[in-house]
């Protein structure tokens, strides 16, 4: 079964820009339905910020739409979030997450396998 492990966090101000990545290991994101990024801060529930549907484009949540870009390279194997325009709101631990059958949406309980997270914190 997949590993997966984030990397990239760290501490921005306002309006910066940020690259987090997940690499996948013991097996291929190809064989794997569907890819996403969710994120929890303290005292929060886990909530899904962006989804790699092999059914369509890609879905963000609506607060992070036009500032996120979610993205896979197969050849890497990794799963990217580009982050920019950040704010105070976005700051949370990142946690990547693959389903291998089902529907793809975002709800955490439809993910298998998950990453130990990489923490974003966004200074105002």
């Known amino acids: 079964q997949v590993q997966l492990a984030e990397s990239g966090g760290d501490s921005v101000q306002t309006g910066g820009s940020l690259r987090v990545s997940c690499a996948a290991s013991e097996d291929t994101m190809a064989n794997y339905r569907c890819w996403a990024w969710f994120r929890q801060a303290p005292g929060k529930q886990r909530e899904g910020v962006a989804l790699i549907d092999p059914d369509g484009p890609p879905v963000y949540v609506a607060s992070v739409k036009g500032r996120f870009t979610i993205s896979e390279d197969n050849a890497k194997n990794t799963l990217d979030l580009q982050m920019t325009n950040l704010k105070p709101e976005d700051t949370a631990m990142y946690y990547c997450?693959?389903?291998?059958?089902?529907?793809?949406?975002?709800?955490?309980?439809?993910?298998?396998?998950w990453g130990r997270g990489t923490q974003v914190t966004v200074s105002s």
């Open positions: 997450a693959a389903a291998r059958t089902g529907w793809c949406a975002m709800v955490p309980s439809y993910f298998d396998y």
